[in-house]
Antibody, heavy 117, light 110 residues
Framework: EVQLVESGGGLVKPGSSLKLSCVAS????????MHWIRQAPKKGLEWIAL????????YYADSVKGRFTISRDNSKNTLYLEMNSLRSEDTAMYYC??????????WGQGVMVTVSS | DIVLTQSPALAVSLEQRATISCKTS??????????MHWYQQKPGQQPKLLIY???NLASGIPARFSGSGSGTDFTLTIDPVEADDIATYYC?????????FGGGTKLELK
């Protein structure tokens, strides 16, 4: 059974940093691209980053480019999202998702990040 | 960016057909594949993949869900609607970066 478990969220002040983790199990993690997708409270879904299976390519949404960094450690079956210069508009539930044929076929349960003074 | 437009809400009766539309600002087809996908999200839960590449049913999804369309116009159909289908439905394109979602259609009971 595919499982994706996010952690690392919390309440932080504007301008601060946070690093999210997503531990994967139930599939060969090193064979698949992985994504981060977020959802602001009562809002829709926003894709924010993709990392290829071998970390050879990374893509970002303009809203986070230059502030967020996606990475992975295939030896630990773990995906990361390092978030710097956080803003109030980054407040959201953050989901990691497994990629397959350009779709998000499995999603984690999400981790909440709140940016507020 | 490719913009996806969905109606915010749709009211349906149980055992009737629900048709949810998604229109894109650009063609999302390429080499015969429609890079349009549909997800279901229930309150307090993560989204779940329903349909990929326009019309392919994801694993474990009941056959009452179907997808159709091409180019810039796509439809998710639920027939018949069951109580468990009350949720918000999102379309999503993967033709280009950034990957983008529609605003979601909340399926409600009449």
């Amino acid at each position: 059974e595919v499982q994706l478990v996010e952690s690392g969220g919390g309440l932080v002040k504007p301008g601060s940093s946070l690093k999210l983790s997503c531990v994967a199990s139930g599939f060969t993690f090193s064979s698949y691209g992985m994504h981060w997708i977020r959802q602001a409270p009562k809002k829709g879904l926003e894709w924010i980053a993709l990392i290829y299976y071998d970390s050879s390519n990374k893509y970002y949404a303009d809203s986070v480019k230059g502030r967020f960094t996606i990475s992975r450690d295939n030896s630990k079956n773990t995906l990361y999202l390092e978030m710097n210069s956080l803003r109030s508009e980054d407040t959201a539930m953050y989901y990691c998702a497994k990629g397959l044929r350009r779709v998000f076929d499995y999603w984690g349960q999400g981790v909440m990040v709140t940016v507020s003074s | 960016d490719i913009v996806l437009t969905q109606s915010p809400a749709l009211a349906v009766s149980l055992e009737q057909r629900a048709t949810i539309s998604c229109k894109t600002s650009q063609n999302v087809d390429n080499y015969g594949i429609s890079y349009m996908h549909w997800y279901q999200q229930k309150p307090g839960q993560q989204p779940k993949l329903l349909i990929y590449e326009g019309s392919n049913l994801a694993s474990g999804i009941p056959a009452r869900f179907s997808g159709s369309g091409s180019g810039t116009d796509f439809t998710l159909t639920i027939d018949p609607v069951e109580a468990d289908d009350i949720a918000t439905y999102y379309c999503q394109q993967s033709k280009d970066y950034p990957r983008t979602f529609g605003g979601g259609t909340k399926l409600e009971l009449k």
